[in-house]
């Protein structure tokens, strides 16, 4: 099992271009979210899903997008980067959401430049 | 207001002495609390969880408390090793809400020869 994928690794991009990062899961998880971390900052909450075909705002969800198509993939995207976009973004994926036991289990991350 | 405070913000030991990290909370109706380890360039991966009924609990070196009634956690590390070196991330999650988890800062632990 490869856990949780992100594509790319590393991407430096400049103001107003956009892109796509891909989180992956093959654990069959029913849920998935987009995180982003920064220093000093707790991880913060950009959009997740419950399921195939959905998806729901988190806590930071200006400027991004979010698409669920297939159950184990969670793309995010950016259409317009900004500066304040330069993160570290990590994507996870969990059992069920309604469990509060079920742990999250977090991919390698992507860390975004924006110049 | 729901938070989550670590301390301290970092912290270097000597490789073989214990170390103890702290986590306060305030987040309400509390669920459980995980402590997180995340190795630089990785994503955090789970050490334990503890719920409301549990004071204690262990995972090899890793020793997780939990004071509900205080709202403080703590996470002991024993004889440390290199390999320990890493942030640790305590996490609480509460039993409403859609939002429902609240993420630490981080307590970044470097362990020297």
């Known amino acids: 099992n490869a856990g949780v994928t992100q594509t790319p690794k590393f991407r430096v991009l400049k103001t107003g271009q956009s892109m796509t990062l891909l989180c992956a899961q093959d654990?069959?998880?029913?849920?998935m979210y987009w995180y982003r971390q920064d220093p000093g900052m707790g991880l913060r909450l950009i959009h997740y899903?419950?399921?195939?075909?959905?998806?729901a705002k988190g806590e930071v969800p200006d400027g991004y997008n979010v698409s669920r198509l297939k159950k184990q993939n969670f793309l995010l995207g950016l259409e317009s980067a900004a500066p304040s976009q330069t993160s570290v973004y990590f994507c996870?994926?969990?059992?069920?959401?309604?469990?509060?036991?079920?742990?999250?289990?977090f991919g390698p991350g992507t860390r975004l430049t924006v110049l | 207001k729901n938070q989550v405070e670590q301390s301290p913000q970092s912290l270097i030991i000597l490789e073989g002495k214990n170390c103890t990290l702290q986590c306060n909370y305030t987040v309400s109706p509390f669920s459980n609390l995980r402590w997180y380890k995340q190795d630089t360039g990785r994503g955090p991966v789970s050490l334990t969880i503890?719920?409301?009924?549990?004071n204690t609990k262990s995972n090899g070196r890793y020793t997780a408390t939990l004071d509900a009634d205080t709202k403080q956690s703590s996470l002991h590390i024993t004889a440390s090793q290199l390999s320990d070196s890493a942030s640790y991330i305590c996490v609480v999650r509460v039993q409403t809400g859609a939002n429902n988890l609240f993420f630490g800062t981080g307590t970044r632990l470097t362990v020297i020869p």
């Open positions: 899903s419950v399921g195939e075909g959905t998806t």
């Open positions: 654990m069959n998880h029913e849920y």
């Open positions: 503890m719920t409301f009924s549990e």
């Open positions: 996870a994926s969990s059992e069920k959401r309604g469990s509060s036991y079920n742990e999250q289990f």
